[in-house]
């Protein structure tokens, strides 16, 4: 995934869903292929994803201790929490779906059996994080990444 920002629009180049994607956002209204995916609002306490209505589509709860991933505005589906500087734990519910953590050039993710999924040059982040959430569609994920990287 890569995410640039230039003269006020954002373009994300996504393969999460297996094929390339590219999707575009501008004052925070995100669309591909001229249809609009999301309108992302930023909040005192996180971010929020609602559709063309108006409707939550997902939200991210930011707090210092964690980071918490909602469907709508109520139902908690991820929970992130930061372990020392280099770790980042991401559970759902009990279970443990994956982690961020440091390596020597950056970061890496890897699942909960322990496969390397990916790496990045920057430090672990709960932009990362959100790569592990598998139930949010693939489109929805790669700009929440986008969102939770530019708040960084």
Known sequence: MAVVWRNGVATITSRLGGRKVTIAGKAGRYTRNGRL????????DGVRLKNATGATLWRARISRTQVQILRGETEIRYVFRPYGDDRILVRQGTLLVGSVRAVENGAELVNAGGVRLGTSSSRPGNDMAVLLCAEIPPDLRAILTAVLIRRR
């Open 37 to 44: 995916l999301a309108v992302v609002r930023n909040y005192r």
